[in-house]
Nanobody, 119 residues
Framework: VQLQASGGGLVQAGGSLRLSCAAS????????MGWYRQAPGKQRELVAR???????NYADSVKGRFTISRDNAKENIDLEMNSLKPEDTAVYYC??????????????WGKGTQVTVSS
């Protein structure tokens, strides 16, 4: 199982970016998919997550600005980030929890993608 993230980059404050994460492999189902981020010198933190049923939750710092969406058929998620702030600068990681294959149930992290917001 692999998680492939894309869409990071450099944007000015107030701008927008879209992150995408696609899961691949012999996957039967994924319970939760989400995005975490880690800024320099800080711990990794939850940004947003969404269940297979479509329930989502967000960090307080991004509520109203970020929107997570999921395509269960394709096992991918998008994170639409609007009104970006310099404090959103971080490496963003995709995560999949409860990934069921024919013989395993595991959690996975994708490689990070850098998001930089300039002031």
């Amino acid at each position: 199982v692999q998680l492939q993230a894309s869409g990071g980059g450099l944007v000015q404050a107030g701008g927008s970016l879209r992150l995408s994460c696609a899961a691949s492999g012999a996957i039967l189902s994924i319970n939760v998919m989400g995005w975490y981020r880690q800024a320099p010198g800080k711990q990794r933190e939850l940004v947003a997550r969404i269940t297979s049923g479509g329930s989502s939750n967000y960090a307080d710092s991004v509520k109203g600005r970020f929107t997570i969406s999921r395509d269960n058929a394709k096992e991918n998620i998008d994170l639409e980030m609007n009104s970006l702030k310099p404090e959103d600068t971080a490496v963003y990681y995709c995560r999949a929890e409860g990934v069921r294959t024919i013989d395993t149930l595991m959690n996975y992290w994708g490689k990070g993608t850098q998001v930089t917001v300039s002031s």
